[in-house]
């Protein structure tokens, strides 16, 4: 094979050829035949006509390949590296000259909106010392991947630290391109072009899939394809299992604010574990389990003294159990159920959900007479297998999304028999392996 200039350049600069290595050598063949297999061209390790007008066609000027990134071939891949942070922050430079300025803020606003779509980020404007510094350049523009003139490389952008230096994130675009909205021949599509870019700022490298949003040959669609989703989520998968703490405990999306926070804590170090026993006995899933048990057994809403009383109680490691059994034994409830049938009626419709069954009330009821206190019964219940199968099952259903497993079934209700909190069975059910993998698919 001929050491043809352009072609081992090109095989050079996108990381298809070590340099020293020439295109006669054994790994020459191989390197047309990757780039082939990138382009979507017959893998036939030959430099035919159609090659070199793969070489021509306009593109990205990031590398194919990283060096030990030989596996990336036919699906999305990863760089490695990730912002620690939820709250990502960008600083404008400069801008092109082809098209009027609000106009590219809108575009770089919906490029960001595009992957904010798939992951829990926030993209904040400063003009501070920002994450990600997007800039227009010509030729060399300050760092050592110098553009080319119009056509060829259209832009390029660094992955996240630590990665690269103080140029980590940054996406600069080639402003000897005319830049557009939409697409004809006379110029680029500026926001399929940024969507791209940001997709290396977030940690994306090229894929050969075709139709993907991270394939390097200009176009691309500017709506992250299937494969793409599949990358960021993984790539972002500790940021997606913190907000969908926010979802499926607290019942409502992430703050930016908290979610950057819970996010910085896990890349520092924090355990699963740690960051759901934030949730599960923070101030607001207290109060969310006291404001429950007022409606659910006392009838009412909450007066402001007695939520606050049972949130701090709660919020210090009380457990939903034993709230429960102080609700039951309330004066409030008493004065609702002044009869002991009736007491025991209520536990069964309001705990059990259903009617008493005849040997069942039978059994209480003698209990009560040979004097067993209020807080007992209802204890007895609460701890009762029944009991903790329904209430570890309602676990599998609302964060597993899956009907429980025999053994898994057992194990939980064992434990909550034996009174383990209820918080800390939730606990148990975020941190777990299973929901950690699961929610990447549920964002
Ligand atoms: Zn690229
Ligand atoms: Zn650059």
């Known amino acids: 094979m001929p050491d043809d200039k352009h072609t ?16 006669g050598s054994p790994q020459g063949p191989a ?21 070199k007008k793969g070489f021509d066609r306009p593109r990205c000027g990031f590398p194919d390949r990283q060096g030990a990134l030989e596996s990336g071939i036919g699906t999305f891949v990863a760089f490695g590296t ?11 430079n400069n801008l092109s000259e082809d098209l009027p300025e609000e106009r590219q803020r809108a575009l770089i606003e919906t490029a960001w909106g595009r992957w904010q779509s798939v992951v829990p980020l926030v993209f904040r404007e400063t003009n501070e010392e920002p994450d990600i510094e997007i ?21 390029h952008a660094f992955f996240p630290p630590p990665n690269a230096g103080a140029l980590a994130g940054d996406a600069h675009f080639d ?19 940024m969507v791209h870019e940001f997709g290396h700022s977030l940690g994306l490298s090229h894929t050969s899939v075709p139709s993907s949003t991270m394939n390097p040959f200009y176009p691309t669609p500017s709506v992250p394809a299937t494969d793409d989703r599949a990358g ?24 930016d604010e908290g979610l950057d926070g819970w996010v910085r804590g896990l890349f520092a170090g924090a355990s699963p574990q740690d960051v759901a026993r934030g949730f599960v006995y923070s101030e607001e899933h207290s109060g969310q389990i006291a404001t429950d048990l007022y409606f659910s057994l006392l009838d009412r809403a909450p007066e402001p ?33 002044p009869q002991d049938d009736a ?18 009330f039978d059994f209480w009821r003698q209990r009560m007479r040979d004097g067993m206190p209020r807080f007992e019964v209802a204890r007895g219940f609460i701890l009762s297998d029944e009991y903790c199968r329904a209430f570890s099952r309602s676990l599998y259903t609302r964060f597993l999304r899956r009907e429980p497993d025999t053994a898994g079934w057992q194990d939980w209700t064992s434990r909550l028999t034996r009174g383990l909190n209820h918080q800390d069975a939730v606990l148990g059910f975020v941190a777990s392996p299973e929901y950690q993998s699961a929610v990447e698919n549920w964002w």
């Open 232 to 255: 960021i989520r993984s790539v972002y998968r500790r940021h997606i299992w913190a907000a969908s703490l926010y979802r499926d405990i607290l019942g409502r999306r992430f703050d």
């Open 135 to 155: 800039r227009f350049g010509a030729g060399s523009h300050g760092d050592n991947f110098p553009f080319d003139g119009p056509g060829g490389v259209l832009a």
């Open 82 to 92: 990730v912002w620690n942070h939820a709250i990502i922050t960008y600083r404008i």
């Open 343 to 360: 007491f025991i009626d209520s536990l069964y419709r309001r705990l059990l959900r259903r009617p008493p069954d005849a040997g069942g």
């Open 31 to 51: 390197a047309v035949r990757a780039f082939q297999a990138m382009a979507l061209l017959p893998a036939t390790g030959e430099v035919d006509a159609e090659t």
């Open 8 to 23: 081992l350049d090109y095989l050079r600069q996108f990381g298809y050829l070590p340099d020293g290595v020439s295109l």
């Open 175 to 193: 402003e000897e391109e005319t830049w557009q909205e939409g697409f004809s021949s006379r110029g680029f599509d500026l926001l399929t072009v």
């Open 305 to 337: 003294a007695g939520l606050a009383g049972w949130r701090s109680q709660l919020q210090q490691g009380m457990g939903r159990q034993s709230a429960i059994v102080a609700f039951l034994d309330s004066s409030e409830y008493r004065n609702k159920h």
